[in-house]
């Protein structure tokens, strides 16, 4: 098949920018022909490069009091904005120039001047300002005087002219390096040389589509879930909205959280199956403790309540016999509705022996230079590093060191059991300042040498950009020293973020004469293989896709709501499928779902789909009758398998009073309380932060790591801002 | 909306867009302090707003407007001072030496894409820098979504063709 390079639709395709009908058509040209995929892949290369280089521009800012002028309008209702107070100057762009060309010392007349163009143009703008920006000022299109054929004939303009040629060009074909570079970073994560397992994910990259465009498969379920919705209720239309503009554009707020619609209310006879993957995440709870910390309240959507719930640990048992997890229900009334039922279903991970494994002593020396801002880089690096905290045990230690315009211990190596200590100092990480490595890898090491475990693995870990400036040590030396600390046993491993890995071969051959390895971390996913699975190799994941799937018994129950897990659900039918990924256990952790069931007999508000004409739904009596409110099916795989292993656990409901649920029980609806009435959901019945502070109290339990005290803290905190509902 | 809401809304909008408005007035005024006014006028411009207006397209709504306060700008800064060509005018910066240093810093593949023409560079600072779509950025710069398609492709093409001009130049050297 020939195909046309010139043609304007390969970049509309790597940029995200085709229709459905049009991608098609691409893929099956990239399928069939070698050189599409040629240009898809220079075109992606050279769009990678241009994105980085735009994130390297200097950073710039508004004055602190062009700021406050701006929120001081915001603050003012629409229309009262005109009165501008007497002595404060107008921020007009247009008196510039006049002040420039008066001259500094006609002081006098320059304040005339002001004064004038003070009034004229606020005049102006109160007419010019139209609802619709295109009327605001007459548009002045760019290279109106400049050719609109897209540069058949490159014009230069003067600067590039007076350049000196031989530098540009030494420049240009380091440039040129630097792309080569890229390319071969890129063939190596298709051929999989970086990371074995990474070949089987990223398989046929040329087929790929561009990420915006491929199917997010958590709104698959939220649209279902959507239709049933009580009337009245703001969902359906905010959902559609949300989902309709799904689009690969900066949408405000977007970067910062996914819509999160409450999992409403579902009719048994209309759906008995709740299926689910596990989500061993706790961002959210972090999250939501960093904004009440600085007196403000979390917003709506970044409270998952799952995230809360599983942010404690709970004392379920530890599997004992050949399953390697182990799964715990407990049914009483809802704190929130008495009529409901609250149903916990609990699992936990086998412990394994911490002893089996040799103890770490682990110092990250994290690049925090400006260009580390963006959100596949730190952000990015600090979500994975929380993942491997969150692996720890008390006999490994973890530091953290910075390197930006100056190094710096960021965290004294500290033990991994405070793992509040450990996250608190990954979020206070931030990126800001120009790159100096050479005396952060100096202090990483004493670190490192410093808190030497002796029979354990000793690391230091750099991640980094890519923009590593080995500063005042000469590179020789630099790499000279790591050798000689590797025959010390202070290994290194290098970890490269972000799109144009420039410094590629200084990394690798780093990581190299460190003993150590190196990898190109591009997803949050290979974040997580190499952060928590590979560099931690000895900590265990001990289940892997673990899913459930609960099915209702309508002889019992009415309606059932699953609290969170909002964007974990799965459709019924992947339940049984292993080629579906859902998440993995590690050694001693513990998930806990809830589920709100509403018994027959009680009636609850679900806008009903009409009575279906030709089903009818035959209930096997003499099955549904023996007590049962709902039947628990796990399924998992052994870390190395590939076929899923059943659990099953029938519950059956003893009309348990809420104060006789277990201490875990109620502090877990505590927790959902909470996150309900933070989230102002539809469902918070009763719930106040006056209610959830006296269950809070009340089942404290042991609580040796004060993370429960320091709960019911957050809920006084979060009371104080926002009253008691 | 409510006053509290709607200023939420508009420091999100602020903590967003701020830099990326400043770096593309900047790169059309040719200057960061001018760009400072043209973005804070942009601002109080949206302080007028009814949000549900703009909402829906609200980065494009903020572009436009900053473009066409920058183009007024930069078309007064020629009345002023005619001898100056408005492209040669070198963006500076109000720390001192800092011009100096963005010069050298300044990567060698934002120096080649000084030699395309300017409605090229518009395009691909709309669509790298600031992320902007197709349909967006031809809304911004009024030229039609077939023809940002065009200029960005063209401005890759040949940005790399250099690149591996060079390269092959390097290898044969």
Known sequence: MNINPDDPKWTAYVLGELNDAERAQIEKELESSAAAREVVEEIRLATDLLRHEFTLEQAVGLAPEQRHVITSAAARPVGALDERPGGRRPPLQFSRPMFRWAGVAASVAAGLLVVATLSVPSLLRSRQDAPLPQAATAPAPVGEREERDGGQSVKTNPTAVSRDKVESARKTAQVAAEVENLRQIRQWQQAGQLLQQGAQASGSLPAVPPAAQRPLPAYSFAENKVLTLPAGTPGPTTVAGALGDRVDRPQFNKEAYDFISDNAFVRVTQDPLATFSIDVDTASYANIRRFLSMNQLPPKDSVRIEEMINYFSYDYPSPTGRNPIAAYTEVAAAPWNPQHRLVRIGIKGKDVDVAKRPPSNLVFLVDVSGSMATPEKLPMLKSAMKLMVERLGEGDHVAIVTYAGASGVHLRSTSGDKKEVINSAIDSLNSGGSTNGGAGILLAYETATANFIRGGTNRVILATDGDFNVGITNQGDLIRLIEEKAKSGVFLSVLGFGMGNYKDSTLEKLADKGNGNYAYIDTMNEARKVLVEEMTGTLLTIAKDVKIQVEFNPAEVNAYRLIGYENRALQHQDFNDDKKDAGDMGSGQTVTALFEVVPRGVEVAISAVDQLKYQERVLDTRRAANGEILNVRIRYKDPDGNTSQLMETPVIDRRTAFNNASTDFRFAAAVASFGMVLRDSAHKGQSTMDSVIEIAEKSRGADKSGYRDEFVQLVRKARALKGNQ | ?173
């Not at chain 2, 809304?9 to 967003?16: E, F, H, K, P, S």
């Not at chain 2, 930069?74 to 408005?86: F, V």
């Not at chain 2, 963005?102 to 992320?131: G, Y």
């Not at chain 2, 911004?140 to 040949?158: E, Q, R, Y």
Request: hydrophobic letters at 40%; aromatic letters at 6%.
């Open chain 2, 1 to 173: 909306m409510e006053d509290a809401t709607k200023s939420t809304w508009i420091v999100a909008a602020l903590d967003q867009y701020e830099g990326h408005l400043l770096r593309y007035a900047a790169w059309i005024v040719g200057d960061v302090e001018r760009a400072r006014e043209v973005v804070q006028e942009t601002f109080l411009r949206l302080c007028k707003e009814q949000p549900a207006r703009v909402e829906s397209h609200l980065a494009q709504w903020l572009f436009t407007v900053c473009r066409n306060l920058a183009f007024d700008v930069r078309k007064k800064e020629n009345r002023m001072s005619p001898l100056k060509d408005p492209e040669t005018i070198p963006i500076t910066y109000d720390r001192p030496g800092a011009s100096l240093e963005h010069e050298q810093t300044m990567s060698q593949v934002l120096r080649l894409m000084d030699t395309l023409p300017k409605n090229q560079r518009e395009v691909l600072r709309l669509k790298f820098q600031s992320d902007l779509s197709y349909k967006e950025i031809s809304e911004i710069t009024k030229l039609s979504v077939t023809n940002v398609g065009f200029l960005i492709h063209t401005a890759i093409k040949t940005l790399r063709k250099e690149l591996l001009a060079e390269s092959a130049k390097r290898r044969i050297q």
